[in-house]
């Protein structure tokens, strides 16, 4: 790593492996406890004077907004740096880049499309680097997936989980998931569009990979889609469509799980596509708590990264 002798190396999350599981129950412990001091008007303020740069190659509402407004309710300042405003490794070498910009700021948020550029950015950033999302893995979606399920049904440990679809980022995030917490994962794809082999063996002992989602989603106690074509994948979206057809979470695909199962999709979502209206918009859907829980889960992400990374403890408001 390209640091100042005199700088202590700093604390990234670019996937929830960067976490132990202590870390982890810890960050969704307090992003409930910030959840519920914001609903009671109390403001907390003790990221006053940081800064974070969000570098977005890739597009996104959520993260856009659950990151800015996280930084804000903190107090601190959030500035967005679209695809014209920085182009990593095209106008200027992804090493510079971070080299320059960790001198600037306080803390970094990439939205990218390689994995790899994420990591290079962070092996010479002198600040915390955050992945926003990569097409690799997509782990803040997941502290807001984990915190949903906690909130709604308690610790996740030992409950069964099923993915449909493709075994994209979200599918190898939640391959991460099941090894840090302990739950089951049960994985349905079509032949051809099965996550990495790397990491679905690094989980074998807690995933089981099926192309059968009827099957997978038998007893589950949470069930989890995405959609099939993401962005950057618009050319291929009618083929997906045809061989994802069988995919779809349905009301019929939800009978097979617990009666009290829940629903998640990390958004947005195409009804009649991925999963069907009634599902997403029905009583076992927690879509909308999953989505407003980006912001709480990343504001104890940059809370932990910025003020308490080398402790492990967590302020109190």
């Known amino acids: 790593m390209t640091l100042d002798n005199s700088q202590t190396p700093p604390k990234h999350f670019l996937s929830l492996l960067d976490l132990n599981e202590q870390e982890a129950t ?20 003790p990221l006053i004077g940081y800064t974070l740069a969000m570098v977005f190659e890739k597009s996104s509402t959520r993260t856009r907004v659950s990151f800015e407004t996280g930084m ?17 490794g095209r106008g200027e070498p992804i ?13 970094v948020m990439i939205r990218t499309f390689e994995h790899e550029t994420l990591t290079r950015f ?28 906690v909130e709604h049904r308690g610790p996740i440990r030992g409950r069964r989980v099923a993915f449909v679809g493709d075994g994209n980022n979200m599918c190898h995030s939640y391959i991460n998931a099941a090894r840090l917490f302990g739950f089951e994962l049960r994985i349905a794809c079509p ?11 690094a989980g074998a002992d807690h995933c089981t990979l099926l192309h059968d989602p009827t099957e997978a989603v038998e ?8 959609v099939w074509a993401s962005m950057g994948q618009e050319s291929e979206e009618a083929q997906r469509k ?27 979502a195409h009804r009649g596509e991925e999963v069907s209206a009634d599902v997403i918009d029905g009583p076992q859907s927690v879509v909308w708590d999953e989505a407003e829980n980006r912001l709480h889960a990343q504001k104890a992400l940059l809370e ?4 308490d990374r080398q402790s492990g403890s967590t302020p109190a408001p």
């Open 26 to 45: 810890r960050l969704i412990t307090r992003a409930t406890a910030l959840k519920q001091q914001r609903q009671r008007g109390e403001h907390y303020r």
């Open 72 to 88: 804000s309710q903190l107090g601190g300042t959030a500035l967005f740096l679209s695809p014209r405003d920085t182009q990593l």
């Open 95 to 107: 090493e510079d880049s971070a080299r320059v910009l960790s001198r600037m700021v306080d803390i």
């Open 122 to 149: 962070a092996d010479h950033s002198r600040v915390p680097v955050i992945n926003g999302l990569t097409d690799r893995f997509h782990p803040c979606q997941l502290l807001a997936d984990m915190q949903t399920y």
């Open 191 to 201: 032949t051809g569009f099965e996550p990495e082999p790397e990491i679905l063996a």
């Open 219 to 226: 007893h589950a106690d949470l069930v989890v889609t995405d």
């Open 242 to 268: 045809a061989v994802f057809a069988d995919f779809s979470v349905t009301s019929a695909i939800m009978a097979r799980a617990r009666p009290n199962a829940l629903f998640m999709h990390c958004l947005p």
């Open 304 to 307: 932990w990264l910025l003020l």
